[in-house]
């Protein structure tokens, strides 16, 4: 199964007022695990920088200047994330926003069913609790220290490992076959030895005991049935 983790950072938070994309981040995941194939790209967004956006992502007019604008790479995005599932946090916005964008070009919205909202999962998972990326990073002890602003790759990375805890992907196992997917990956098993006693348990049994067993047995092979099966005759009975 492909999926593709991401993110975008926008001007702002109006799709349909002017607000536009300046930064797309995406992880590919396959069966759940990153396949190490990302896409990135940063856009001209054609317009200036409110100070707020500015704020959150770090990203200026003038850094984004000379970075191809929307309709250059709206081609070999949509290429990247084709029959792909998407896994968004907060996947109304984003989702929003590239359709804005997918629409000026004349290009197919992406549809509902093929995005997963880690924000609504997170929401059913853990009600009442906060759900941001940092909040979700401290539940999972998730290293989110690189995080100082909103980048989409950055953000798209950290998603990737809340998305596995959400569906428990790493407790899913629950530890069989350890060994085997060890080895798939290129990894090693250690395996501890279970300590041994130095001095064994003195036994529970005392001599009458072991002769009343004893005695038991050889009573019980009196019986006709065993001693045919057996094959014991009388006298070894006695």
């Known amino acids: 199964m492909r999926e593709i ?49 500015f704020n959150v992502h770090g990203l200026s007019e003038a850094f984004l200047s000379d970075k191809p604008v929307f309709a250059a790479v709206a081609q070999e995005f949509a290429e990247f994330i084709a029959g792909a599932r998407l896994v968004i946090h907060n996947a109304a916005f984003d989702v929003g926003f590239i359709n804005m964008e997918f629409k000026r070009l004349g290009l197919p919205p992406i549809e509902q069913a093929r995005v997963v909202d880690t924000l609504s999962m997170a929401r059913r998972k853990h009600p009442g609790a906060s759900n941001s990326l940092d909040a979700l990073c401290s539940r999972y002890g998730i290293d989110n220290s690189r995080r100082t602003k909103h980048g989409a790759l950055l953000d798209s990375e950290i998603l990737a490992e809340v998305y596995i805890e959400l ?70 009975a006695q």
């Open 167 to 236: 569906i428990g992907g790493k407790q899913a196992s629950l530890g069989l076959g350890v060994e085997a997917a060890a080895g798939r990956a290129g990894l090693s098993v250690v395996t501890v030895e279970k300590p041994q006693r130095q001095r064994p348990l003195a036994p529970r049994l005392d001599e009458a005991a072991l002769k009343a067993h004893e005695a038991f047995v050889l009573g019980s092979l009196k019986a006709p049935l065993w001693k045919g099966y057996l094959g014991i005759t009388d006298d070894a």
């Open 5 to 53: 983790v991401l993110d975008t950072e926008t001007t702002g938070v109006e799709a349909n007022n002017g607000d536009r994309i300046v930064e797309i981040g995406c992880v590919e995941l396959l069966n759940h695990c990153p396949s190490g194939r990302n896409y990135h790209v940063y856009i001209n967004p054609e317009r200036g920088m409110p100070v707020e956006a």
